[in-house]
């Protein structure tokens, strides 16, 4: 029994997390004469999936390659007003402004991405910092709402396949491509070589600047799709949607909860799911049961922990044992007859 959870991936873990989080779930909220599994419930579940779903799997590509990302609530509210400003209500500028919108998060990773492999600012100060500038354009050129959606762009948040809403088949989208770069590309293979030594992966001829910067970009794109979603849910634009989500640390969390080491180099896009659908199910059975606001982040936070905990012991259980050869002063005074 011991040898088989042993041999059971973080991947694995996270995976039977969800599945008794899911059990558990639906035992809470029959107590509240609820139905957890009804058509409904699971919409409403896979409806909280994909904000922070979108935003996860982005934070994923930059974690996953050594960087963070703390910009990615501001996008979110940067793009939400920006595309909303530019349909006002006309359906005819829904294009334009959805390109818009994604063209200016790019440039926001782009800059991002060359601060941190250039200028050899981490991430986590480079993206701080880039948010700080964000926030304070919003706060100086928008108060309140801003702009509106057509309705047809409406239609994107409000739509459903069955129980399945139409904005988590398109993260589902994303979350598929992502996985395809990462399994099948050499753009995904360096970012896992750049993430785990970026020394190595130098000396092995990868140029180490463009993982970083493509991770950057890829993390600001799917920011502005989480921001475009939000528009399209709310139908006008907002500068503090972003903030008020808590879609930096959340996504963080989400990513860490599903596997992805912080350090980089080691994690994948389905722990990212996994974990990002146990916060959506635990948000889903806290509302039920009325849960206490501060609670809830009390029972989020002690979720995080304690999987970084069991990860962090596989971890020293797994480890083989080193047996170096002494080296320096130690390996002279041993050879010495």
């Not at 910009?71 to 005819?92: C, E, K, Y």
């Not at 806290?286 to 990860?311: C, E, H, S, T, W």
Request: some cysteine.
């Amino acid at each position: 029994m011991r040898t088989r959870l042993e041999s059971l991936t973080s991947t694995g873990i996270v995976v039977i997390v969800l599945a008794l989080s899911l059990v558990i779930g639906a035992i809470l909220t029959a107590v509240e004469g609820r139905n957890f599994l009804s058509t409904g419930n699971i919409s409403a579940i896979l409806t909280g999936c994909s904000i922070l779903g979108f935003i996860a799997i982005g934070q994923t590509l930059v974690i996953l390659v050594g960087s963070l990302d703390l910009s990615v609530p501001f996008v979110v509210s940067l793009t939400s007003v920006v595309a909303a400003g530019q349909m006002n209500g006309d359906p005819a500028q829904v294009a334009p402004a959805v390109l818009l919108a994604l063209a200016i998060a790019a440039a926001i990773g782009l800059v991002n991405g060359l601060v941190v492999s250039f200028l050899k600012v981490h991430g986590f100060i480079a993206t701080l910092g880039m948010g700080l500038i964000i926030s304070g354009y919003l706060a100086t050129n928008y108060q309140g709402s801003h702009g509106s959606a057509p309705r047809s762009f409406r239609l994107i948040g409000a739509t459903q396949v069955g129980p399945v809403p139409v904005s988590a088949l398109i993260m589902l989208g994303c979350a598929l491509l992502a996985i395809v770069i990462l399994r099948r590309t050499r753009l995904g293979h360096h970012l896992y070589a750049v993430g785990g030594n970026p020394e190595v992966a130098r000396l092995s001829g990868i140029r180490t600047s463009v993982p970083v910067v493509a991770a950057h970009v890829l993390c600001s794109l799917l920011a502005a799709m989480a921001g475009l979603l939000l528009l399209a849910r709310l139908s006008v634009g907002s500068p503090t949607i972003g903030s008020q989500g808590d879609y930096d640390l959340m996504s963080i969390a989400a990513v860490v909860l599903g596997g992805t080491l912080l350090a980089g180099g080691k994690g994948n896009i389905v722990g990212t799911l996994a974990g990002v659908a146990i916060f959506a199910v635990l948000d889903n059975v806290m509302g039920v049961m009325q849960v206490n606001p501060f609670l809830k982040d009390v029972i989020r936070g002690l979720v995080i922990v304690a999987a970084v905990a069991v990860y962090a012991r596989r971890e020293i259980d797994q480890r083989p044992a080193r047996f170096d050869r002494p080296t320096g002063l130690s390996a002279v005074l041993q050879e010495k007859p």
